[in-house]
C-alpha cells in the first residue's frame, strides 16, 4: 500500500496568517491526491483533487500544489472557520489510503 | 442536490454483525461508485472498501477481507456494509462515501453523514 505521511501532525495560528501542510507519499502518486477539511462530529469535505484543483464552492484561499511524491495544502489567509483537522488521500493506487491528518489550531 | 444519508447509531457485542445502509438521493444512483470510509474515536480515515452499484462488483481492502459485504438495491437507491465477527477495535464512525467522475475519479465528493457503530460486551 502508498503510505501518505502529513506534516505536521498539528499547528497553532492565528486568523490571517499563512498555513502550509505537507503530505508525502511513499512512492510517486502523479499529482492523484486530494484534500479534505474535517469539523469535529462531520464527514470530510472535500477541498481540492488533482493535487491542485479546487473543488467547487471552496474558498480561493484555499490552494494546492506540488508533484511526485510531496505535495502541499496552502491557506492564504486563516478565517475562523478554517479551524480544523486536514487529511490528504491518494488514489493512483485504487488501494485508497490517507494521511493521518493534520489539526489546525487557533494560537 | 446530492445527498447521502445513513442509518442510526449501533450498539453490538463482541462476535456480532452489523449492517449499515447508506442512502442515496439527488444524482443517478447507478452513474458512481460508492465506498465505505472508518473513522475510530480521535483518529484518522481508514478506507475499508468499494462497490459499483450498477453491476453490485465490489472490492474490499485486504484488512477487511472475509468479514465485510458490501451490497445495494437499486430499487431504493441503497448500499449496506456489513461487518461481521466484529472486536472493540471495530468501534468507530462508518461513513458512505461518493467517488466522482472523469477529472475526479478516485476522490470523494460526497459524504453521508456517518454512523457510530459502538462494541462493546
Known amino acids: 500500500d502508498i503510505q501518505m505521511t502529513q506534516s505536521p501532525s498539528s499547528l497553532s495560528a492565528s486568523v490571517g496568517d499563512r498555513v502550509t501542510i505537507t503530505c508525502r507519499a511513499s512512492?510517486?502518486?502523479?499529482?492523484?491526491l486530494a484534500w479534505y477539511q474535517q469539523k469535529p462530529g462531520k464527514a470530510p469535505k472535500l477541498l481540492l483533487y488533482?493535487?491542485?484543483r479546487l473543488e467547487s464552492g471552496v474558498p480561493s484561499r484555499f490552494s494546492g500544489s506540488g508533484s511526485g511524491t510531496d505535495y502541499t495544502l496552502t491557506i492564504s489567509s486563516l478565517q475562523p472557520e478554517d479551524f480544523a483537522t486536514y487529511y490528504c488521500?491518494?488514489?493512483?493506487?485504487?488501494?485508497?489510503?490517507f494521511g493521518q491528518g493534520t489539526k489546525l489550531e487557533i494560537k | 442536490q446530492v445527498q447521502l444519508v445513513q442509518s442510526g447509531a449501533e450498539v453490538k457485542k463482541p462476535g456480532a454483525s452489523v449492517k449499515v445502509s447508506c442512502k442515496a438521493s439527488?444524482?443517478?444512483?447507478?452513474?458512481?461508485?460508492m465506498h465505505w470510509v472508518r473513522q475510530a474515536p480521535g483518529q484518522g480515515l481508514e478506507w475499508m472498501g468499494i462497490?459499483?452499484?450498477?453491476?453490485?462488483?465490489?472490492s474490499y481492502a485486504q484488512k477487511f477481507q472475509g468479514r465485510v459485504t458490501m451490497t445495494r438495491d437499486t430499487s431504493t437507491s441503497t448500499v449496506y456494509m456489513e461487518l461481521s465477527s466484529l472486536r472493540s477495535e471495530d468501534t468507530a464512525v462508518y461513513y458512505c462515501?461518493?467517488?466522482?467522475?472523469?477529472?475526479?475519479?478516485?476522490?470523494?465528493?460526497?459524504w453521508g453523514q456517518g454512523t457510530l457503530v459502538t462494541v462493546s460486551s
Open positions: 462515501a461518493r467517488e466522482g467522475v472523469v477529472a475526479a475519479a478516485g476522490v470523494f465528493d460526497y
Open positions: 439527488g444524482y443517478t444512483f447507478t452513474s458512481y461508485y
Open positions: 462497490i459499483n452499484p450498477s453491476g453490485g462488483s465490489t
Open positions: 512512492q510517486g502518486i502523479s499529482n492523484s
Open positions: 488533482a493535487a491542485s
Open positions: 488521500q491518494q488514489y493512483y493506487s485504487t488501494l485508497y489510503t
